[in-house]
């Protein structure tokens, strides 16, 4: 079992998403995991077909559990200018 310090010291993009299940008829499954794939399982439980976030039909799918690709993020660089301010005296 895991401590507290090990799930500590997990990257924060490993579980990004809540594990959900929606069935589509006829047993037909989705299941969103944790790392943000999409499994369809057919009524007896075997994967039928697996999308992971950056594939191209990933947002179709997503978008049933309420999620929508987003752009991903980019670090802002610095605005600081080169010189300080002068001081006001």
Wanted: glycine content about 8%; aromatic content about 6%.
């Amino acid at each position: 079992m895991a401590t507290k310090k090990d799930r500590l010291k997990r990257p924060a993009t490993a579980n990004r998403f809540r594990r959900r299940q929606i069935e589509l008829g006829d047993g037909v499954k989705l299941v969103l995991h944790g790392n943000g794939s999409i499994t369809q399982l057919d009524a007896a439980g075997e994967a039928t077909a697996q999308w992971a976030v950056g594939d191209a039909d990933w947002a179709r799918y997503a978008i049933r559990f309420g999620l929508q690709p987003q752009p991903t993020t980019v670090v802002p660089e610095s605005r600081r200018e080169a010189e300080p301010r002068p001081q006001d005296g």
